[in-house]
């Protein structure tokens, strides 16, 4: 009885899109796990995901997931690939035929599948039940208690309510969207003693309201560690995306006191990515959500710690420590550093964008936005491939998508890949040589003013929703006067450093720059912030990692 009342709201959900196989499962697992759990049939993935996304809202717990892996539209496994992002701790569970083996096999890599299971398997007191059983004691050995939700009341088109919801998504922090113009909305607001005038209003799981509140104080409020618990580490990491978390990785994984400090959200630009299907290893692509929350769970398994919104102000040499200064003031030594600071999108300079930021013209929050872009007309400026992306992701629900380049084509810096799949989606447009001349708007945005770059010619189009990612400016300004970077403020390192022949000035070891180490000794570079980097994931993570290689043979030789 007390299994029975402990999972009395958990979920053993079925997908199968043949009902009568759909039936039968259901009618076998209610057989032995009736009492205990509740078993939720659907027959699309769609529906299941829609299934799935309600009991998350509730707040229901999910056990274990099965589904079979020919159906149409969505497969077993691109349907689990989605629901890891809503249930990640549910068991997953494959249903194939024997002909599709080698496809779960595939599988296991792709959504970390717990089992498959070959159809049929009578008699399920042999082949299914003793499976169940023990993905079912797995499940409630681990932490499966749901994580109660924060709430956030605001206006759809602010700035700030824009913010805030993208610092929780992208710190994997659970919350729900309350609009100030919604019943609920109103009733949150008036139990928190507010009128609404200032929003967004967050409301912590332990009840704490918070209003108008800043990166800082909202991280500390929602669980997010943001203060060192030492003063003194082997290696600070300085930046959360790809590099950095592979430097957090190989760091402390190697036996390295590691601290990583990361100003927003860990994962980058990458992590704000809808799908990266070119990375190695995930042959049917995987989202930079995933992507770096499994890469932060794994820098935390091996002792990292990781701070999240704290803004780095300065670097200063005082002997053998390199010491990390905050902008409140604090800071934290160590006796070498990794400067993974990554890029930032520029912003668009056309009149009117700047007072319409986050009101309807955002940077790289494609993710966080694409449910209110629902059958509304997109426009996404830039032709690399964070914009492709967005615009093959944005795609499946916008009534049209439409990519403005301001080259030839899309050709010079996205993948071959990305530029098949858009010419073969229906409402996804090109508009090339064509560049924003103005936003308009009261509120929002409403119009957008296009220029064609060759000919000068002008347009007004009626526009709700842009999206901007025209190429990117490295972190670094904080490291002025304290490390070499070149002309647009990319960190300088090894080779580059001596490309006379000579040290940097001020070099004082009797080598040369390790081939990214800075012009500082012991401060080493990785990513999107170096000098000439390729830009890429997979090579991000491969210099965070060759970075505390060097970290090692730094700390070998002081």
Known sequence: ???????????????????????????????????????????????????????????????????????????????????LDVYPGARRVLLTAYADTDAAIDAINVVDLDHYLLKPWDPPEEKLYPVLDDLLESWRSSDHRPVPSTKVVGHRWSARSSDVREFLARNQVPYRWYSVEEPEGGRLLAAAGQDGQRLPLVITPDGTVLVEPEAPELAAKVGLATTPTADFYDLVVIGGGPAGLGAAVYGASEGLRTVLVERSATGGQAGQSSRIENYL??????????????????????????????????????????????????????????????????????????????????????????????????????????????????????????????????????????????????????????????????????????????????????????????????????????????????????????????????????????????????????????AESAKRVASAVGEGAMAVMLVHRYLEQS
Request: charged share 20%.
């Open 281 to 530: 290893g995930f042959p049917d692509g995987v989202s930079g959500a995933q992507l770096t929350d499994r890469a932060r769970r794994q820098a935390a398994k091996f002792g990292a710690e990781i701070l999240t919104a704290r803004e780095v102000a300065g670097l200063e040499i005082n002997g053998a420590a390199r010491v990390v200064r905050f902008a409140d003031g604090s800071a934290v030594a160590a006796h070498s550093v990794i400067l993974a600071t990554g890029v930032q999108y520029r912003q668009l300079t056309a009149d009117g964008c700047t007072g319409l930021t986050g009101c309807g013209v955002f940077y790289g929050s494609a993710l966080t936005e694409a449910a209110a872009c629902q059958g509304h007309d997109v426009y996404i400026v830039g032709g690399a491939n964070s914009a492709g992306q967005a615009a093959m992701y944005l795609a499946r629900g916008a009534k049209s998508v439409t990519l403005l380049v301001r080259g030839a084509d899309l050709s010079a810096s996205m993948s071959y890949y990305l530029i098949q799949q858009i010419n073969e989606a229906p409402n996804i447009f090109v508009r090339c040589h064509t560049v924003v001349e103005a936003a308009h708007g009261t509120d929002h945005l409403e119009q957008l003013t296009l220029r064609h770059a060759v000919t000068g010619e002008t347009e007004r189009v009626d526009a709700q929703w842009m999206f901007v990612f025209i190429g990117a400016a490295p972190l670094t300004d904080w490291l002025d006067g304290t490390v070499l970077r070149d002309e647009r403020g990319f960190i300088l390192s090894g080779p580059d450093l001596t490309a006379d022949g000579r040290p940097p000035a001020l070099w004082e070891l009797d080598r040369p720059p390790y081939h990214l180490e800075t012009s500082v000794p012991g401060v080493f570079v990785a990513g999107d912030a170096r």
């Open 1 to 83: 009885m007390a299994q029975a009342a402990d999972t009395a709201r958990t979920v053993i959900l079925t997908v199968d899109d043949d009902p009568g196989v759909s039936r039968a499962v259901a009618r076998d697992l209610r057989r032995r796990y009736g009492q205990s759990y509740r078993i939720v049939r659907a027959e699309s993935g769609e529906s299941a995901l829609g299934a799935l996304r309600e009991l998350k809202l509730r707040g229901d717990l999910v056990a274990v997931i099965l589904a079979d892996y020919r159906m149409p539209q969505m497969n077993g496994i691109e349907f689990l690939e989605q629901a």
